[in-house]
């Protein structure tokens, strides 16, 4: 009897050795091939973003995305029902997440699924806290067999997260990174490929949760991203910064921004916009101001504009700076009766005079001399503005970026034949209106600005990004011409611009102010006050533009409130690129003439 219990039980062995190592051999071998290895990505680490001198303004730092393997939170796995729910209340305190939506995720309704994650760019600190607490439960379990680690299906990604270590400096040129580790905004979403490089993944042997030492890995090395040097200098981007910042809170504005740009190469060494976000926490920031309204807002640039006009007349040889030009205290064009900015006796300005002292009429005059008809003058216009970059992308390929608007001359109003050539009826973005500044100064040419100067492989080998696109625009005699023109505006008492003055430095620059379109509405609110200019006049190095939208305590005039900005951020500029004064006496060209 013995025997033959002991031949029955033998024969039991031996049939389902041959169930599990034959008939349903390949079955019970996923099973365990499923349940035996875990696969992980590696991210890649994203590249940093640097100013022109290698200051840090976008970097990556060390995380972890905290994940779990849902199956092996099963009543199968764990021998008891509410595994979801212990591991759950274990790390809610931990992750700072709700129970209920951590016990949601563990016990998912797809019974396959194998991966979730439960939270995201969680410090090292955290993963060691949990790796902890995981490490005692295991060895409790591996003691007690009436002990679970209910952690054992919690595992960790090595991630990284995106710090701005400036704050809020510079945020409207850099953007930010989503939850996803994808650019989402600025040069992080137009650089994205080349700052994210690409994931590895690991593939390994794992039992209860730990990683099998005994069997191989197998792994893909991630490759990290490149890092970006852009042009931007962070001092003079935070002096620009401060500046317009501090002059928006004093007018209740809307908003303002500050461009400076090398006037020789076309670099960027500063975009400033207010208001502005911090990059770091987005959840606190306004949504309305999470762009670059620099190159994304789109408005009437004003008198600032007045200098392309004077451009043409001079290459047309339609006049000289010592052209006289009567100007009376109204002047019939067209369905309207137009007007300077403030009542006056009739002047009598010289070319020069009318841009000195910023006269609508002056200018409309002056611009009717390029062409037989007004018709044919409007053409020569308008070729013009587009040689200067109006009504096309400056060239910096940002996201969001307006080519604001100019209309064919066939398609100008009865009013936009007189008001486009002092400013009104046609739009710009900010860089597009320094740009134009930045054109004169360099003698005529315009070089396409640019934000980048160069990428960092991982190997270490530094990249310069190519040479910006260059067009003459006017002769090199016109550009100072216009130059010295520039001056009078900055320099006589005549001149509107006389709060830019710098001592030692001679200035040539120009105010505007505005009517503005709301963009709420689409109708005339306020007005757009602005400053553009560059220094030293007889020898450019820098531009500087400014622009303040809708003030509404004190003045609105663009050389009451952005004279003093630009003076503010020239100065700065100036000593920190170590700019010497040229020296050379200011041209002092004639505002007037007696009749």
Not at 123 to 150: H, M, R
Not at 151 to 166: C, H, I, T
Not at 180 to 187: I, V
Not at 571 to 588: H, I, M, R
Request: charged letters at 20%.
């Amino acid at each position: 009897m013995i025997g033959l219990a002991l031949t029955l039980v033998l024969i039991a062995f031996v049939v389902r050795l041959l169930q599990v190592q034959a008939v349903d051999a390949s079955t019970y071998a996923a099973k365990a091939e499923q349940n035996r290895y875990v696969v992980h990505t590696l991210p890649a680490e994203r590249g940093g973003i640097t100013d022109r001198n290698g200051v840090a303004l976008a970097s990556t730092v060390d995380s972890y995305d905290i994940t779990a393997d849902p199956t092996m939170f099963t009543r199968e796995q764990l021998k008891v029902g509410d595994g979801p729910e212990q591991a759950a209340a274990l790390l809610a305190p931990i992750l700072g997440e709700d129970q209920e939506a951590l016990a949601a995720k563990l016990r998912p309704k797809n019974k396959d699924l194998r991966y979730v994650r439960l939270a995201r760019g969680k410090t090292p600190e955290v993963w060691n806290q949990i790796k902890d607490l995981k490490t005692a439960l295991g060895k409790k379990a591996d003691q007690d067999d009436s002990a679970v680690n209910v952690l054992a299906g919690v595992f960790a990604d090595p991630s990284s997260k995106r710090v701005y270590p400036n704050g809020s400096l510079a945020a409207g040129i850099l953007g930010w990174v989503n939850s996803e580790g994808e650019g989402s905004g600025g040069l992080e979403r137009k650089l994205d490929r080349t700052l994210a490089g690409e994931d590895g993944e690991i593939r390994y042997a794992q039992s209860g949760g730990r990683q099998v030492p005994t069997i191989g890995a197998n792994e893909k090395p991630a490759v990290p991203g490149s890092d970006v040097e852009l042009t931007i200098d962070r001092d003079i981007q935070w002096a620009a910064q401060h500046a317009i910042t501090e002059q928006v809170k004093e007018s209740k504005a809307d908003g303002g921004y500050v461009i400076v740009q090398d006037t020789r190469t076309g670099e960027i060494l500063a975009m400033a916009n207010s208001p502005g976000f911090d990059p770091n926490n987005l959840s606190d920031a306004d949504p309305a101001a999470l762009g670059n309204a620099a190159l994304q807002d789109a408005y009437e640039p004003g008198s600032t504009a007045k200098v392309m006009s004077m451009a043409a007349v001079l290459e047309e040889n339609a006049a000289t700076p010592a052209t006289h030009v009567v100007v009376p205290n109204r002047l019939h064009r067209g369905d309207r009766l137009f007007k300077d900015d403030v009542d006056h006796p009739t002047w009598h300005l010289t070319l020069n005079g009318v841009l000195a002292k910023s006269s609508n009429i002056g200018t409309i005059l002056a611009t009717g001399q390029l062409g037989k008809t007004q018709r044919e003058a409007n053409q020569v216009l308008y070729s013009y503005l587009r040689k200067f970059g109006l009504g096309d992308y400056s060239g910096l390929g940002f996201p969001g970026e307006t080519k604001g608007i100019l209309a064919p001359p066939g398609q100008w109003s009865t009013s936009q034949q007189y008001t486009i050539p002092f400013g009104q009826g046609v739009s710009v973005n900010a860089m597009q209106a320094a740009s134009v500044y930045s054109t004169i100064a360099n003698g005529g040419v315009r070089v396409a600005p640019t934000l980048v100067r160069g990428t960092k492989g991982p190997d270490g080998r530094f990249t310069p990004a190519p040479e910006p696109e260059k067009t003459r625009v006017v002769s090199e005699k016109t550009a100072k011409t216009l130059s010295r023109m520039l001056e009078s505006v900055v320099d006589d008492e005549e001149g509107t611009g006389t709060k830019a003055r710098i001592p030692g430095y001679r200035v040539a620059g120009k105010t505007g102010t505005a009517n503005r379109v709301d963009p709420a509405t689409g109708k005339y609110r306020g007005y757009t006050s602005s400053f553009a200019g560059f220094a030293p006049a007889d020898k450019p190095r820098v531009t500087v533009y400014c622009a303040i939208q809708n003030a509404t305590e004190g003045s609105y005039f663009g050389g009451q409130i952005c004279g003093p900005i630009f003076k503010q951020v020239m100065e700065f500029a100036l000593k920190t690129l170590q700019v010497p004064p040229t020296g050379a006496p200011p041209a002092n060209l004639p505002v007037t003439f007696k009749p």
